[in-house]
């Protein structure tokens, strides 16, 4: 039976893995975080001494990722250890970014993301969901906010931790992460011609939650 295929897109710090993973567990549905699946290779590379991009090349076909759900959540597998607890530190976010600009990492990662929505009903977010991965979604949504809001959420998240950076640090980090994720030549974050954008600048998480979902009953009733 043909499965069911939801695309989210956006840049870093709009809340697509949180809101997805709402609207997925509501659904009944996986939600795939493919950020996880570059965190995993950002990670490898840092442990093995391969960050440039021609060693990553070199070693990409020593590299397995796998991903498993423990009650609809998900896990990521390393070579056949589960480093979902490892891949969101400073360092791995940014090498994350470094190996996503990588031709052949992504030729990895897309045959596999390709692959779990063939065999699933899913929620798949990421950067280059609705155009690369999934051009035949059943639904795409491109949810962004302004960096100003993401990274003022970001800092509400953080400010209890020690060493939490300032407003203005997180701030620069979005709009550079931002730059990256955009002008990288193969499959940079954009929004899909057929799309739908959801500015959640002045959106509450439920709010978007409720929308997100009522966008799908639409499309499946
Ligand atoms: O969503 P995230 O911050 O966990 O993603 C980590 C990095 O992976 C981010 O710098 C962009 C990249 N990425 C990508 O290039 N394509 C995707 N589909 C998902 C993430």
Redesign the pocket.
Known sequence: MKKINIAIDGP?GAG??SISKAVAEELGFIHV????M??AIGLYALQNDCTAPEKITEKIHEIIIELKFINGMQRVLLCGEDVTDYIRSPEV?MM??NV?AVPAVRAYLLDLQKKIALENNIIMD????GSV?LPNADLKIFLTASPEERASRRYLELNEKPDCPSYEEILKDIRQ?DK??MNREI?PLCQAEDAILIDSSNMGFHEVVEHIQALIQEKLN
């Not at 990421?126 to 969901?129: A, K, L, Q, V």
């Open positions: 870093s697509k893995s975080d493919t950020g996880a570059y965190r976010s994350a970014s996503s990421g950067r280059d969901i991965v992460r990256n994720d499959a």
